[in-house]
Protein backbone atom coordinates (compact mmCIF):
# COMPACT_ATOMS: atom_id res chain seq x y z
CA UNK A 1 0.00 0.00 0.00
CA UNK A 2 2.79 2.19 0.72
CA UNK A 3 4.26 4.09 -2.81
CA UNK A 4 6.61 6.42 -1.05
CA UNK A 5 10.62 6.00 -1.49
CA UNK A 6 12.92 7.47 0.06
CA UNK A 7 16.56 6.10 1.10
CA UNK A 8 15.86 5.75 4.88
CA UNK A 9 12.63 4.05 4.32
CA UNK A 10 12.19 -0.19 4.06
CA UNK A 11 9.10 -1.27 3.41
CA UNK A 12 8.37 -4.59 3.54
CA UNK A 13 5.72 -7.49 3.97
CA UNK A 14 5.65 -9.75 6.81
CA UNK A 15 2.68 -11.57 8.78
CA UNK A 16 2.31 -9.18 11.75
CA UNK A 17 1.26 -12.17 14.08
CA UNK A 18 3.61 -14.53 12.76
CA UNK A 19 6.93 -13.72 15.16
CA UNK A 20 9.23 -15.70 12.78
CA UNK A 21 8.13 -13.38 9.93
CA UNK A 22 8.38 -10.15 12.25
CA UNK A 23 11.82 -11.61 12.98
CA UNK A 24 13.53 -11.75 9.53
CA UNK A 25 12.68 -8.20 8.82
CA UNK A 26 13.57 -6.51 12.02
CA UNK A 27 16.92 -8.03 11.95
CA UNK A 28 19.28 -5.20 11.07
CA UNK A 29 16.70 -2.63 11.93
CA UNK A 30 17.27 0.65 14.52
CA UNK A 31 14.11 1.32 15.30
CA UNK A 32 10.03 -0.16 14.74
CA UNK A 33 7.08 2.00 14.44
CA UNK A 34 4.01 0.78 14.11
CA UNK A 35 0.43 2.44 12.83
CA UNK A 36 -1.16 -0.51 12.77
CA UNK A 37 -5.28 -0.33 13.27
CA UNK A 38 -7.91 -2.34 13.45
CA UNK A 39 -11.49 -2.43 12.87
CA UNK A 40 -14.25 -2.08 15.52
CA UNK A 41 -15.24 -5.23 16.81
CA UNK A 42 -17.99 -7.01 19.32
CA UNK A 43 -17.26 -8.47 21.75
CA UNK A 44 -13.60 -7.19 21.72
CA UNK A 45 -10.58 -6.31 19.10
CA UNK A 46 -7.86 -7.79 20.40
CA UNK A 47 -4.78 -7.28 17.56
CA UNK A 48 -3.19 -4.52 19.11
CA UNK A 49 -2.32 -6.52 22.21
CA UNK A 50 -1.40 -9.75 19.89
CA UNK A 51 0.83 -7.94 17.42
CA UNK A 52 2.70 -5.87 20.12
CA UNK A 53 3.64 -8.99 22.12
CA UNK A 54 4.81 -10.71 18.92
CA UNK A 55 6.20 -7.23 17.53
CA UNK A 56 8.25 -7.35 21.30
CA UNK A 57 9.37 -10.57 21.05
CA UNK A 58 10.58 -10.36 18.30
CA UNK A 59 12.44 -6.98 18.67
CA UNK A 60 14.21 -8.81 21.51
CA UNK A 61 15.06 -11.68 19.33
CA UNK A 62 16.51 -9.67 16.57
CA UNK A 63 18.32 -6.94 19.34
CA UNK A 64 16.11 -4.23 18.11
CA UNK A 65 15.28 -2.23 21.19
CA UNK A 66 13.70 1.21 20.46
CA UNK A 67 9.25 0.81 19.25
CA UNK A 68 7.12 3.56 18.59
CA UNK A 69 3.29 3.16 18.09
CA UNK A 70 0.64 5.11 17.13
CA UNK A 71 -2.86 4.71 19.58
CA UNK A 72 -5.62 7.33 19.94
CA UNK A 73 -6.64 9.98 22.50
CA UNK A 74 -9.62 8.30 24.99
CA UNK A 75 -7.88 4.92 25.64
CA UNK A 76 -7.95 5.74 28.90
CA UNK A 77 -11.77 5.22 30.10
CA UNK A 78 -12.43 7.36 32.24
CA UNK A 79 -11.25 10.37 29.74
CA UNK A 80 -13.52 9.66 27.23
CA UNK A 81 -15.71 11.70 29.87
CA UNK A 82 -13.44 14.98 28.71
CA UNK A 83 -14.44 14.26 24.82
CA UNK A 84 -16.31 16.63 23.21
CA UNK A 85 -20.35 15.65 23.08
CA UNK A 86 -20.39 14.65 19.50
CA UNK A 87 -17.08 11.80 20.41
CA UNK A 88 -18.88 10.90 23.57
CA UNK A 89 -21.90 9.83 22.48
CA UNK A 90 -21.61 8.69 18.77
CA UNK A 91 -17.61 8.05 17.85
CA UNK A 92 -16.10 6.29 21.25
CA UNK A 93 -19.09 4.00 21.57
CA UNK A 94 -18.57 2.86 17.89
CA UNK A 95 -14.59 2.59 18.16
CA UNK A 96 -14.94 1.43 22.19
CA UNK A 97 -13.55 -2.02 21.23
CA UNK A 98 -10.27 -0.35 19.56
CA UNK A 99 -9.28 2.32 22.33
CA UNK A 100 -10.10 -0.37 25.24
CA UNK A 101 -7.56 -3.18 23.27
CA UNK A 102 -5.07 -0.25 22.70
CA UNK A 103 -5.13 0.74 26.40
CA UNK A 104 -4.83 -3.26 27.31
CA UNK A 105 -1.63 -2.76 24.99
CA UNK A 106 -0.53 0.48 26.68
CA UNK A 107 -0.66 -1.49 30.26
CA UNK A 108 1.32 -4.23 28.88
CA UNK A 109 4.06 -2.50 27.46
CA UNK A 110 4.78 -0.46 30.88
CA UNK A 111 4.22 -3.38 32.90
CA UNK A 112 5.75 -6.37 30.67
CA UNK A 113 7.72 -4.97 27.73
CA UNK A 114 11.56 -4.59 28.14
CA UNK A 115 11.92 -2.30 25.51
CA UNK A 116 12.61 1.07 25.05
CA UNK A 117 8.92 2.47 23.91
CA UNK A 118 6.93 5.37 23.04
CA UNK A 119 3.27 5.59 22.61
CA UNK A 120 1.78 8.69 20.39
CA UNK A 121 -1.63 8.91 21.15
CA UNK A 122 -2.74 11.26 18.32
CA UNK A 123 -6.44 13.27 18.43
CA UNK A 124 -8.92 12.27 15.00
CA UNK A 125 -6.45 11.66 12.22
CA UNK A 126 -7.17 13.61 9.02
CA UNK A 127 -5.69 13.26 5.37
CA UNK A 128 -4.38 17.08 5.41
CA UNK A 129 -1.18 17.82 4.11
CA UNK A 130 1.77 18.21 7.12
CA UNK A 131 2.08 21.20 8.72
CA UNK A 132 5.14 23.21 10.23
CA UNK A 133 2.95 23.85 13.38
CA UNK A 134 4.55 22.94 16.60
CA UNK A 135 3.37 20.45 19.14
CA UNK A 136 1.63 20.19 21.94
CA UNK A 137 2.39 17.15 24.35
CA UNK A 138 0.99 15.98 27.61
CA UNK A 139 2.89 12.91 28.87
CA UNK A 140 1.18 10.36 30.62
CA UNK A 141 -2.64 11.76 29.09
CA UNK A 142 -5.03 10.66 27.40
CA UNK A 143 -5.91 14.18 25.39
CA UNK A 144 -4.41 17.49 24.70
CA UNK A 145 -6.41 19.98 27.09
CA UNK A 146 -7.84 22.73 24.76
CA UNK A 147 -6.55 21.46 21.56
CA UNK A 148 -8.41 20.95 18.36
CA UNK A 149 -9.87 17.10 18.06
CA UNK A 150 -8.12 16.98 14.58
CA UNK A 151 -4.55 15.89 13.74
CA UNK A 152 -3.37 15.37 10.20
CA UNK A 153 -1.92 11.94 9.55
CA UNK A 154 1.56 13.56 8.03
CA UNK A 155 1.86 15.76 11.29
CA UNK A 156 1.63 12.54 13.15
CA UNK A 157 4.59 10.85 11.33
CA UNK A 158 6.39 13.90 11.47
CA UNK A 159 5.93 14.03 15.06
CA UNK A 160 6.84 9.93 15.34
CA UNK A 161 9.90 10.62 13.26
CA UNK A 162 10.88 13.44 15.07
CA UNK A 163 11.43 11.54 18.55
CA UNK A 164 12.84 8.20 17.09
CA UNK A 165 15.77 8.85 19.30
CA UNK A 166 14.38 10.97 21.83
CA UNK A 167 15.86 9.09 25.10
CA UNK A 168 13.07 11.67 27.30
CA UNK A 169 10.24 9.76 25.34
CA UNK A 170 11.32 5.99 26.31
CA UNK A 171 8.73 3.97 28.42
CA UNK A 172 6.26 7.34 28.06
CA UNK A 173 3.00 7.78 26.42
CA UNK A 174 2.32 10.82 25.02
CA UNK A 175 -0.85 12.53 23.78
CA UNK A 176 -0.21 14.78 21.01
CA UNK A 177 -1.86 18.05 19.53
CA UNK A 178 -0.97 20.60 16.93
Same mark, same amino acid.
Given at each position: ?8 ? *? #? $?? =? ?5 ? %??? +? ?28 ? *? #? $?? =? ?5 ? %??? +? ?110
Amino acid at each position: KITLAHDNL *K #V $VE =ADIFDEE %SLK +VQFSGQDVIVSCLGFPPQKPVVTGYLEVTK *K #V $VS =AMKSSSV %SRL +VVCHSWYTEEESRGKAWFIIRWILIPMIRTVLNNMRETEVWLDAEADVDFTVVRPAGLTDAAVTKGEFKVAEGDYHVEGAAGRIARADVARFMLSILQEEKYYKKQLAIAV
